[in-house]
Nanobody, 125 residues
Framework: QVQLVESGGGLVQPGGSLRLSCKQS????????IGWFRQAPGKEREGVSC????????DYAESVKGRFTISRDNAEGTVYLQMDSLTPEDTAVYYC??????????????????WGQGTQVTVSS
């Protein structure tokens, strides 16, 4: 069965960095878009970044551009989200999600069919 398992969350001070990992297993399709989403308390879930397996195209929310970097290691079946210059506004539960199919990563168009369980990121001094 399809599984997405996030890891790497934690508590970090403002200005610090974290790297989230999303380990995928059970995929039966050749192509997909993997997206990172986040949800802060009392707020709606929002897209953070995505990457497409067909061409490694990436996309980012305006709020994280220049600070976050998404990448993938196909051999490991893992997608990473490197988060630098973190601020308290980045505090949220972060989820990775899979949108199967041959499509390019456009964050506003990602429609995941599968979700991970989430990992908490807290930015606080």
């Amino acid at each position: 069965q399809v599984q997405l398992v996030e890891s790497g969350g934690g508590l970090v001070q403002p200005g610090g960095s974290l790297r989230l990992s999303c380990k995928q297993s059970g995929f039966t399709w050749l192509y997909n878009v993997i997206g990172w989403f986040r949800q802060a308390p009392g707020k709606e879930r929002e897209g953070v970044s995505c990457i497409s397996s067909s061409d490694d195209k990436t996309d980012y929310a305006e709020s994280v551009k220049g600070r976050f970097t998404i990448s993938r290691d196909n051999a490991e079946g893992t997608v990473y989200l490197q988060m630098d210059s973190l601020t308290p506004e980045d505090t949220a539960v972060y989820y990775c999600a899979a949108d199967p199919g041959f499509k390019r990563c456009v964050l506003s168009n990602v429609r995941p069919d599968y979700w991970g369980q989430g990992t908490q990121v807290t930015v606080s001094s």
